[in-house]
């Protein structure tokens, strides 16, 4: 039952992340490409005020439930798991080292103006933005395969029925996946 609320935990903050980023990509940076600068300024610090909040917490809570499915599983499905909560950690890591200072310095252009090399300095957050896009659309993709994975041959059981003897209950013999753990094997306790 853990297994399987890790699992809908990381998906549910994966694919809310890898979904905001993905609608900012592809509507967004157009769109700050298309208006004046001075209103690509003014828009984009005053998104950062409520957008700082809800993609931290976005990172934080799919990297957390990644990491927790991935030590609570084994096998293939703790790579997968692990590889999707490091990449939403790489997705936290690039935002705070890299957009998050251009940040800053947007915040200030839009009561002031803009240095010389401002189109420059755009261009790197825009790389920076596609880099986390990709890392957080990655993670979820890993996670959408970890759900839809068969179980292991040997595993004793089959999550999609709760029929027979035995069924949803570990036979201590190899890889075991709990019942309805959506096809994940996880470890015996």
Same mark, same amino acid.
Not at 22 to 30: E, I, K, R, S
Not at 37 to 52: I, Y
Not at 129 to 140: E, V
């Given at each position: 039952m853990r297994v399987r609320l890790l699992q809908g935990l990381a998906l549910l903050a994966t694919g809310l992340l890898a979904g905001a980023f993905?609608?900012? #990509? =592809?509507?967004? %940076?157009? !769109?700050f490409d298309a208006v004046p @600068?001075?209103?690509?300024?003014?828009?984009? &610090?005053?998104?950062?005020?409520?957008?700082?909040?809800?993609?931290? #917490? =976005?990172?934080? %809570?799919? !990297?957390?439930?990644?990491?927790? @499915?991935?030590?609570?599983?084994?096998?293939? &499905?703790?790579?997968?798991?692990?590889?999707?909560?490091?990449l939403t950690l790489a997705s936290f890591l690039v935002t705070r080292l890299g957009n998050v200072p251009i940040n800053g310095r947007i915040k200030e252009w839009a009561v002031g103006s803009p240095p010389a090399d401002h189109a420059e300095i755009l261009r790197r957050w825009e790389l920076f933005?596609?880099?986390?896009?990709?890392?957080?659309?990655?993670?979820?993709v890993l996670l959408i395969v970890l759900l839809l994975r068969r179980p292991a041959a040997d595993s004793g059981t089959d999550p999609g029925t709760s029929t027979g003897a035995g069924a949803g209950t570990s036979t201590g013999t190899g890889p075991e996946t709990a019942a309805g753990a959506g096809n994940v094997p996880v470890r015996e306790s």
């Open positions: 993905g609608y900012g #990509a =592809a509507n967004l %940076v157009p !769109t @600068l001075d209103m690509r300024l003014s828009f984009h &610090a005053e998104l950062m005020k409520t957008n700082g909040i809800t993609m931290q #917490a =976005a990172m934080a %809570v799919s !990297t957390s439930a990644s990491l927790a @499915l991935a030590a609570l599983t084994r096998g293939r &499905a703790r790579v997968i798991a692990g590889a999707a909560g490091l933005n596609d880099l986390r896009t990709f890392t957080a659309l990655t993670a979820f």
